[in-house]
């Protein structure tokens, strides 16, 4: 999951009680040896929960885990159902270097539980995370997520958003993710996935059509703001959104995959992530 178990892992602290709530702070050591790769300069300087996950710094969340302790990380691991539940590679590498795994089937079910309470932590647990992930808010939408990047071998890279979209009293959830050689190069930047995501929305009509050209991440709400900067992060797994309800029992249903125009829909992927049919 890279950096977007930043998700759970702050549940995870809310709950313990090792984080207090989104202004509680850590002071940055700046004799701590560093991890290896990319290192964001923003990183470098005393970090709130709220600083710590708009900027996805990784020491932040490493102190977090190691306060939780694994046997507390494991039972919350249980409890929310998360990936195939492994603290395997260290209790503060775990989800990014070590042996924690989750699809993006998986991503959008956690999203969906947490949103809707169903993970048994405290409201104000769930109210504090989800103010946390705001990337964007208008007057006609909020779009919610996190990013994240790992390296998967050498020359092999991970990259990942997951999120939520909030419109007109309507919700959908989504898990993008991309894994491949030259993926940190291409999509390496939260911005640039970000942008990617925003377009595949806009072409399923979950957010309106652009009319200008969004702030800068990080920018006062109103606009866009957090979108983060981590460690490194084609197969694009693509936009997983949200299932229709299910029809009822004894009643036939289906989902219509056909499109009207087949030729604009290849140009369109074609122009946002490099794909060409065969």
Request: no cysteine.
């Amino acid at each position: 999951p890279a950096s977007t178990f930043k998700i759970p892992n702050t549940l995870i602290a809310l709950e313990t009680g090792v984080a207090t709530g989104p202004d509680f702070t850590l002071p940055w050591d700046s004799t701590a040896p560093r991890e290896p790769g990319f290192w964001a300069s923003s990183w470098s300087r005393d970090h709130s929960l709220r600083s710590a996950m708009s900027n996805s710094v990784y020491w932040y969340y490493q102190e977090l885990a190691r306060r939780i302790g694994a046997e507390r990380m494991q039972r919350y691991l249980d409890r929310f159902d998360y990936g195939n539940r492994s603290l395997g590679g260290g209790i503060d590498r775990f989800w990014l270097h070590g042996d924690l795994r989750i699809s993006p089937d998986r991503q959008v079910a956690f999203l969906r539980r947490m949103y809707f309470g169903e993970l048994g932590v405290a409201e104000r647990s769930t109210a504090i995370l989800k103010d946390l992930l705001v990337l964007e808010e208008t007057a006609g939408y909020r779009l919610s997520g996190k990013t994240g990047t790992a390296d998967v071998t050498p020359t092999r890279e991970l990259a990942w958003l997951v999120g939520y979209v909030e419109r007109d009293a309507r919700l959908w959830f989504f898990a993008l993710n991309m894994e491949g050689e030259e993926v940190w190069e291409r999509w390496g930047p939260p911005t640039e996935r970000l942008e990617l995501v925003r377009k595949i929305l806009r072409h399923l009509e979950v957010l309106p059509a652009s009319r200008r050209t969004p702030p800068a991440p990080g920018t006062a709400r109103g606009s866009t703001r957090g979108a983060s900067s981590e460690a490194t992060g084609t197969r694009a797994e693509g936009i997983r959104m949200s299932e229709p309800t299910p029809p009822a029992v004894g009643t036939i249903g289906w989902v219509d995959l056909t499109v009207p125009d087949a030729e604009s829909l290849q140009a369109f992927y074609a122009q946002v992530v490099g794909w060409a049919p065969q």
